[in-house]
């Protein structure tokens, strides 16, 4: 749906386009803020203006009383590919990778694509060029949906050069429905990295008058520039609102609800730090320091490795193939890390076979027990190597990249049982 | 690690057991309680104390002034296999099949064990029979990781009967591990139950100081008889606390921890009520009402239907084998619905081949949308079946049944879509 006629005339009437600043009075209240664009899903008759405040309201026509362009639009809206300049000496460069953080809505289709390059992207934001020097490149664009191990490595590899050319930090805007993975996979690549890599998504397309990725993208740039931190680590919204952006711990994030602008959050774990509006950075857990040192890249990957949930009436015989076919597999076990008996016994064939079978919990928070149920002593007997309280997407991209590191059988289930990046907690001693 | 010398001296001394009350001082503080089983992992010094309002306290004997025995143990905590009599006209069965709320800690070997025949269970509860008259029955004790679709039309075979016969409601005390997924297939099977069938499960074992065993049963008879309700639903604790206890819809729960005794959420949806510590009953989502109609037992299932969770990096080569060698498979998609553009196309051949498919998404929370980008669209494009705001593992039962109910692909679809049993909201208008 588009404005309506009497939409489109107040507008033409009054010489106001998208991105332009308005003052509007409607029901004896006078708003300031900046016009955005029309919504496929907004009523005809409303026009979304963005306050100042980060807030958008809704105004309907009929209850307008005036209408003033106060500032035309400029690039503010309408990116341009220019990255605006800056003689800062901090330096943060911006690596595309595609995702509704760069995408824009297609008006006709209603659909949404990844478009905009890393260029367009920072023009949206001109506020960075006060925190920093941006450098901005597009190492590809895709939906986050096909991240795999290559272009996993050549994230890394990207980001090791730009932290020892002396970044201050490196930000991946990414698409949010992968994003976890893609920050475990960077934890584990890039060990003791000197500065922050923070991956950044959104929630909603950055032309859409609610979107997170104007607030998201520039707390990720204070975040770089202003925290004495060197993680890799998430930023998205912390609440619904744009009050605060969360720093979560790369190997602790996962994506919890499909579309809310908070839908990302520690599991197991607090973040690391929140970011508010204004700016202001609290560290919550304690973060690794920056400093002046290389990185040590170490990006070997196995790619053979598979996720499976278990469930009940899950057939061994069906999925006998799929296992055996893996070097290493984690299983998201129920509770406490369990699976049928007929379950346990394929497992144990499958670890007879010299396959790593690594055990996580679906619940995704608490931490898996082995010790507990005959079950669980089976699953051990069996060789199941239990992976405390790491999530199972991150131990996926674990047992990926410790299989890459080495193929003792011994330092494998030592490395995956081993605290390496934050992913496994101390067992506390008393029960929660 | 057992008591300590001197705490058997003590106890000894005092001539008490588990399950007896005591009075106890210690700090200037006088405590009254029933003193609980000693727990393995508790200090060999520390005596635990059950007050009046379910709060367990921890005593070193070494702080301890003067101890007195109020009241002997009796059948309290000592479970004899006799269920009270009662001549309460209101029938409640419970129904046996398994789990932590029916096992007991073996001391020697540390670890727990399904064992507690139903009427071992009620006789720990004996407050129930001031609500209600109990039949006990134990159809199977097993670990619920254990559970398929013939124990689930047993189950429901069972439901149904006494439900038939007259009785209030039906409780079913479960492991929690798959607690989730059972009562998601007795919601399809038990077709507008006249009364509820409560699944009810505890995190820890009812001998131990911690167990919420003892307040989820009472609790579950309460709202079985006080409430106007007829839901298939899981009662299980709403806070860490002995608060209350929450009721779920049977199609919306999910055990979202592994050791907390609140571990089970809603999901997408309110709780259907709230039973406090003194049995008040609070409808939080409008339930279905009471009546006298016969159970409409619709129990048939097709078993081979499997649940897949989507990672990048899936390799559709080596899971093609185990998805074409289902009837149908419910995937777990990333974001609002979606997988890698490989694995469109290996699902597009799997519904081409009469397999079929249904999208939910792995972030639990929140609804599938498979019109928003390239890759939903290519999926709807496939024949894959969005399907709203189901939670996967309950997806993955439905689907199950419905593929048991009709053959017809048309039908199939729109069953799958379609709200049968509160597992679907209806989409808002606006966005979140």
Not at 11 to 26: I, M, P
Not at 302 to 311: G, H, K, N, T
Not at 325 to 351: E, Q, T
Request: glycine share 8%; proline share 4%.
């Amino acid at each position: 749906m588009s404005y309506s006629a009497e939409t489109i005339e107040l507008l033409e009437k009054k010489g106001a386009v998208e991105g332009d600043t308005l003052s509007v009075r409607s029901r004896g209240r006078d708003h300031r803020g900046v016009l955005m664009p029309h919504h496929e899903f907004s009523h005809p008759d409303v026009i979304v203006i963005k306050l100042g405040n980060g807030y958008n309201i809704g105004i309907n026509i009929a209850s307008i009383d005036s209408m003033e362009v106060l500032e035309k639009a400029g690039n503010r809206y309408r990116p341009t590919g220019e990255v605006p300049p800056s003689d800062n000496e901090k330096v943060v460069t911006i690596i595309g990778t595609g995702g509704t953080i760069a995408s824009y809505v297609d008006y006709r289709t209603g659909g949404v694509h990844p478009a905009l390059s890393s260029e367009d992207l920072v023009s949206t934001v001109p506020e960075i060029s006060e925190i920093c020097s941006v450098r901005a490149e597009l190492l590809f664009s895709i939906y986050s949906e096909n991240m795999d191990v290559e272009k996993w490595r050549s994230l890394a590899a990207s980001a090791a050069d730009r932290l020892d050319q002396g970044d201050e930090g490196v930000i991946i805007p990414h698409g949010t429905d992968t994003m976890g993975y893609t920050s475990a996979a960077l934890s584990f690549m890039l060990d003791s990295p000197p500065r922050s890599v923070i991956l950044v998504g959104a929630q909603r397309s950055s032309d859409r008058p609610s979107s997170d990725a104007y607030t998201n993208l520039l707390s990720s740039a204070r975040f770089a520039v202003d925290a004495d931190a060197a993680e890799v680590c998430v930023m998205m919204h912390g609440s619904p609102s744009d009050t605060e952006v969360l720093v979560h711990r790369g190997t602790r994030v996962r994506k919890l609800h499909t579309s809310r602008r908070d839908a990302f959050r520690s599991v197991n774990d607090r973040p690391l730090a929140r970011v508010d509006i204004e700016g202001g950075i609290e560290i919550i857990s304690g973060c690794r320091r920056k400093s002046s040192d290389k990185v040590r890249l170490r990006d070997a990957m196995v790619e053979d490795v598979a996720l499976i949930q278990f469930y009940p009436g899950m057939d061994p015989d069906r999925f006998k193939d799929t296992i055996m076919s893996h070097s290493g597999v984690v299983v998201a076990g129920s509770g406490l890390g369990h699976v049928s008996s007929r379950m346990v016994k394929l497992l144990g064939r499958a670890v007879e076979s010299g396959i790593q079978i690594g055990m996580t919990s679906q619940c995704l928070f608490g931490r898996v027990n082995l010790n507990v149920y005959d079950t669980g002593r089976d699953l051990i007997t069996a060789g199941v190597i239990p992976l405390e309280d790491m999530l199972p997407e991150t131990a996926y991209v674990k047992m990926m990249w410790v299989l890459g590191q080495t193929s003792d059988a011994g330092e494998i289930e030592r490395m995956m049982r081993a605290n390496l990046r934050g992913e496994i907690s101390e067992r506390r001693e008393i029960d929660e």
